[in-house]
């Protein structure tokens, strides 16, 4: 299995910084790709960013483009998400996530618990 424990979030003025990290740890043999998702109430979980493990390939949503920036440490299996310029839409809980090759049941999506953001003045 695939454990994922996420840090950093909390709460934030407009304008300001944030890093989110997440650590993946378990019986992983590979992991493809790391990502980042939020969920705000009442709507749908959306893509934040990703990338990949191969080429290190990153994706972002239009909507954090230019503010957020997604990296990995290989040798830790953690991603990190740095965001700044923070708007009070950005307010969501974060949830990391994994697409990883484990020994017991092959390849997987795996998620943490979440973590909450909050920019509001």
């Known amino acids: 299995q695939v454990q994922l424990v996420e840090s950093g979030g909390g709460l934030v003025q407009p304008g300001g910084s944030l890093r989110l990290s997440c650590a993946a740890s378990g019986s992983i043999v590979r992991i493809n790709a790391m990502g980042w998702y939020r969920q705000a109430p009442g709507k749908e979980r959306e893509l934040v960013a990703t990338i990949t493990t191969d080429s290190g390939t990153t994706n972002y949503a239009d909507s954090v483009k230019g503010r957020v920036t997604i990296s990995r440490d290989y040798a830790k299996n953690t991603v990190y998400l740095q965001m700044n310029s923070l708007k009070p839409e950005d307010t969501a809980v974060y949830y990391c996530?994994?697409?990883?090759?484990?020994?017991?049941?092959?390849?997987?999506?795996?998620w943490g618990q979440g973590t909450q953001v909050t920019v509001s003045s």
């Open positions: 996530n994994t697409d990883a090759l484990t020994l017991l049941k092959g390849r997987g999506d795996y």
